[in-house]
């Protein structure tokens, strides 16, 4: 039945001529499992334009909405939760498949001419698509998304001249808010799907007119083509669904829960960026002072300068990585450097929670002895004592505090506050706490 | 095109073909349940109702149709937000409570006790209703809709609901 319907479509419009342009094509060296990356950031970006289409069902981006429209997705619609992990996870995901792609492309050295141009758009894609993770960290609307955005944004601002007036129209005015978070919206679904879509129908357009670069070594490549149907498109098949098994395990087994909601006058909260931002935040941390805008700025400039040029930067129409011996230098130095980086801030993150079990019991004791009731912390509780949210500003003593909780009026005259019936241990479970209450 | 050297041929093709279209049909498939889900459980969820509360019957007059408006939680979607609902409310002589959806049958307008006449009317088409809730006159196909109600410790509860308009039958939204 499919093929006679196949013949009656094809009797009008001729399809067999497309047919053949669209999976004969032939593949220098026959099918290799080493070119299925590109095909696998197509899938992941598929996948990504799909889920995100089906967010967009129940999502809004206002501020007053946007939170509770991704709760309601997370929590009530049914499925609502896995889609949103596959398009977190997605996300993640086309990050690894681009980068094994352009590495797969720049180790065999399948930028040089005549394929210059598709490395350049690729250059161009890989922006847009860090551009895509930007703007969509924004959307959810919780805490996590606000202050990282606001770093993320603060950045750009570093950029001499120029920098502070990008910053406003990132910004859409002063402040970090609703008119931010619509038009991240406005890019993330319209501009950048448009500008991307175009990217890589020109991107296979150059493919198919300049052919696959094939494999280095030229006795391979003398040995004939193969055409790319079926063993390649099978190879793809096989790469995809691997891929999607991965996402939708992720999708199931890690929770990507969401913050609090976004709280502009929380300045306690830190925030962490997507772990394919990581190795630039922690580079951040060594660049000192007046050394900061270079590593805010210039060097991802930079790097993204060298990048377009790379096609012009290296010349030789030597091909073979062993042939290459300063270009596979620079590329694993480069893949060196950002692992380092990356492991070093995972490190960190991750060291944070294990550091003090004291300052979780100390947390425990505020909530059992109900603190709140009088004290505030970060916006919640009653304003009838000292507001606690900085007091190891003002209290940077850690004796004042074990005093205090001994006999506050001792130390602090005519305060109405009770000895509480709290032990030693309790005492400095609770002032470790109080000394992390500050600002810095 | 010519065929290149080491394109498969035989069975080994058809392994490949049959691999290709067995894993993306997985792929379409997982992903096509949770997407027809997602669209479409809104759809099949049922609102589910609470009793609330209009007033005392004790300040209920004798067949004299009251409007009684209470506060309702209701949620539209993501959204929760308050909203006011009305009722006419009848007590009989013998002390039953009849409670009216304030919605005409006919196309959904809202209705009015005119005191004079002793008749629910209709502003919008002129459909005319007895204190019983029977047609009198105009297009109305059905009589007033009535709401569950019940008296607990003196209170009046109503539970609310909207029925389709324009059939000769109650058919709850």
Not at chain 1, 282 to 301: D, F, V
């Amino acid at each position: 039945m499919p093929s006679r319907l196949y013949q009656w479509v094809d009797q009008r419009l001729r399809l067999k001529p497309l047919e053949q342009t669209l999976l004969n094509e032939p593949i220098p060296g026959g099918a290799s499992w080493n070119y299925v990356f590109g095909s696998a950031t197509l899938f992941l970006f598929g996948l990504q334009a799909l889920t995100g289409m089906f967010l967009m069902l129940y999502y809004v981006p206002a501020t007053d909405h946007a939170y509770d429209t991704v709760q309601y997705i997370q929590q009530e619609v049914w499925g609502g939760w896995f889609i949103r992990g596959l398009h977190h996870w997605g996300a993640s995901g086309i990050m690894v498949a681009i980068g094994l792609h352009m590495l797969q492309v720049f180790f065999d050295g399948a930028y040089k001419p005549p394929r210059e141009m598709m490395w350049i758009i690729g250059v161009m894609l890989l922006a847009l698509m860090l551009g895509f993770g930007f703007t969509g960290y924004l959307l959810p609307w919780d805490q996590n998304a606000y202050w990282a955005t606001q770093v993320g944004i603060n950045m750009v601002g570093a950029v001499p001249l120029i920098g502070d007036f990008i910053v406003r129209v990132l910004r859409a005015g002063e402040t970090l808010g609703a008119l931010t978070l619509s038009r991240f919206f406005a890019i993330h679904v319209a501009f950048l799907p448009a500008a991307i879509v175009m990217g890589i129908m020109l991107h296979l357009f150059i493919l198919r007119r300049v052919g696959p670069a094939g494999p280095h070594d030229e006795r391979r490549a003398q040995q004939g083509s193969e055409t790319f149907y079926p063993r390649q498109v099978y190879m793809d098949a096989v790469v995809m669904f691997g891929v999607f098994l991965v996402i939708s395990t992720l999708a199931v087994l890690v929770e990507f829960p969401l913050a609090d909601k976004a709280d502009p006058s929380d300045h306690s909260f830190v925030p962490v960026p997507e772990w394919y931002f990581l190795f630039h935040y922690q580079l951040l941390k060594y660049a000192p002072g007046a050394l900061g805008p270079i590593a805010t700025w210039l060097l991802p400039a930079l790097f993204f300068t060298g990048l377009l040029l790379l096609p012009f930067i290296d010349r030789s129409p030597e091909r073979h990585p062993s042939s290459r011996p300063v270009m596979v230098t620079a590329g694993l130095g480069f893949l060196v450097i950002v692992f380092t980086l990356l492991g070093i801030s995972l490190q960190h993150l991750y060291a944070v929670p294990k550091q003090d079990p004291s300052l979780a019991r100390g947390i425990a004791l505020v909530e059992q002895f109900k603190c709140r009731t009088c004290h505030r912390i970060h916006g919640d509780g009653a304003n009838i004592a000292p507001d606690l949210s900085y007091v190891a500003d003002r209290r940077p003593d850690r004796n004042w505090h074990i005093q205090h909780f001994k006999d506050p009026a001792s130390v602090s005259p005519g305060s109405f506050m009770p000895k509480f019936p709290l032990n030693d241990q309790q005492i400095n479970d609770l002032t470790t706490y109080m000394l992390t209450l500050k600002s810095g | 095109m010519e065929e290149g050297l080491s394109t498969p041929v035989g069975t080994r093709r058809s392994f490949f073909v049959k691999t290709t279209m067995v894993l993306s049909s997985l792929i379409g498939i997982s992903l096509a349940i949770p997407f027809i889900g997602y669209v479409i459980s809104p759809a099949l969820r049922r609102r589910t109702q609470d009793w609330v509360a209009l007033g005392k019957v004790d300040q209920l007059p004798i067949d004299e149709p009251q409007a009684l408006d209470y506060l309702m939680t209701v949620k539209d979607g993501w959204q929760k937000s308050q909203i006011s609902k009305g009722t006419w409310a009848v007590k009989h002589a013998d002390g039953q409570v009849t409670v009216y959806s304030p919605i005409c049958p006919h196309l959904g307008c809202g209705y009015r006790w005119d005191r004079q006449d002793r008749l629910f009317k209709c502003p919008c088409h002129g459909s005319v209703y007895d204190i019983n809730g029977a047609v009198q006159a105009g297009p109305a196909p059905r009589p007033l809709d009535t709401l569950p109600s019940k008296v607990e410790n003196g209170e009046l509860y109503v539970m609310y609901q909207e029925f389709k308009s324009g059939l000769s039958k109650k058919v709850e939204l």
